[in-house]
């Protein structure tokens, strides 16, 4: 869903091999999620499990690792920010 003021960007790097970098824009303060899943949309990492974040652009490093604290395989993965009122997902490669 593409709302005025909303907007998950692209990681960098991306592919990445030691940590990427996501950033997302919020129009108005508001609780916020942010997950990694694998291509078979397992949960792989909670980056922000339910955390209030205000105005403005946000950024939150990803370090490979998932839950578990055990570095995540080489593949496609899938990065999901989720508000009360929106949610855009993007592709996220770890490289070799």
Known sequence: VDLPGYRLMPSFP???????E???ELPRGEVVDLRVFDVRGRLVR??????????GVHSVGWDGRGNSDAAVAPGVYFYRLTTPTYAETKRVVRGQ
């Open 22 to 24: 996501i950033r997302f």
């Open 14 to 20: 991306n592919p990445f091999r030691a940590a990427t």
């Open 46 to 55: 909670t980056l922000l499990g339910g955390e209030f974040r205000a105005v």
